[in-house]
Nanobody, 124 residues
Framework: QVQLVESGGGLVQAGDSLRLSCAAS????????VGWFRQAPGKEREFVAA????????YYADSVKGRFTISRDNAKNTVFLQMNSLKPEDTAVYYC?????????????????WGQGTQVTVSS
C-alpha cells in the first residue's frame, strides 16, 4: 500500500534551520506531485509548499517564501523541505501529501495520500 513517512522534525530556536524528509513507497513516485502542509493547534491545515512531478515547478505559501525550499530526489522517492530562518509561528505538525491530479497544488482536498506528520516546534 501507499505510504508517506515524514521525518526531520524537532525542537529548535528561532532563526535555526530544519530539513524535513518525506519518503514514499507503494506508488510510482514520478507520477505524483507532492505537497507539504502544516497544522497548528486550533487552526486549519494550511499549504506550505508543493513540487511538480519532475520538479519543474515549485509553489510556496507567501508566509514561507524565501525561507523554505522544496526539492525532490526521484531516484530515492523522497521529497525534502529545507526550512531556514524558522520563526515561532512556523510551529506546527508538518504533513506531506501526494497527488496525481492536475488540480491546484495548494488545496488539501486535491491530495490522495498523506503521511502521519512530524512535529516542528520553534521557540522564541
Amino acid at each position: 500500500q501507499v505510504q508517506l513517512v515524514e521525518s526531520g522534525g524537532g525542537l529548535v530556536q528561532a532563526g535555526d534551520s530544519l530539513r524535513l524528509s518525506c519518503a514514499a513507497s507503494g506508488l510510482t513516485f514520478t507520477s505524483y506531485k507532492v505537497g507539504w502542509f502544516r497544522q497548528a493547534p486550533g487552526k486549519e491545515r494550511e499549504f506550505v509548499a508543493a513540487i511538480r512531478r519532475t520538479a519543474a515547478g515549485t509553489y510556496y505559501a507567501d508566509s514561507v517564501k524565501g525561507r523554505f525550499t522544496i526539492s525532490r530526489d526521484n531516484a530515492k522517492n523522497t521529497v525534502f523541505l529545507q526550512m531556514n530562518s524558522l520563526k515561532p509561528e512556523d510551529t506546527a505538525v508538518y504533513y506531506c501529501a501526494a497527488s496525481t491530479r492536475a488540480a491546484v497544488a495548494t488545496t488539501p482536498t486535491n491530495y490522495d495520500y498523506w503521511g502521519q506528520g512530524t512535529q516542528v516546534t520553534v521557540s522564541s
